[in-house]
């Protein structure tokens, strides 16, 4: 199982950025898939869900009418669209299928800063 987070970067309050993540080594159009942050000092959150067709989603609260998750099963990858960016959802962010497999990857750093 390889997943291969991208996308990340500084970005300013108010703004948008486009995660994506590519993943290898297992079956993808067969798992849901999930994206977690872990900003500094904290434990890593569950952020969004998606099933392994695409046509259910969930949100947690705090980014709920935010984010949007989404996959293209063809390419084997789930994107986390990111709007609305506050300070407080600077982290790491990392996707991981569901139900679980393999090792987290490197993740990708989000932050929103003025």
């Known amino acids: 199982v390889q997943l291969v987070e991208s996308g990340g970067g500084l970005v300013q309050p108010g703004g948008s950025l486009r995660l994506s993540c590519a993943a290898s080594?297992?079956?993808?159009?067969?798992?849901?898939m999930r994206w977690y942050r872990q900003a500094s000092g904290k434990e890593r959150e569950l952020v969004a869900h998606i099933s392994s067709s695409g046509g259910m989603t969930s949100y947690a609260d705090s980014v709920k009418g935010r984010f949007t998750i989404s996959r293209d099963n063809a390419k084997n990858t789930v994107y986390l669209q990111m709007n609305s960016l506050k300070p407080e959802d600077t982290a790491v962010y990392y996707c991981?299928?569901?139900?679980?497999?393999?090792?987290w990857g490197q993740g990708t750093q989000v932050t929103v800063s003025s």
């Open positions: 080594g297992f079956t993808f159009s067969t798992y849901g």
């Open positions: 991981k299928p569901f139900p679980a497999l393999g090792y």
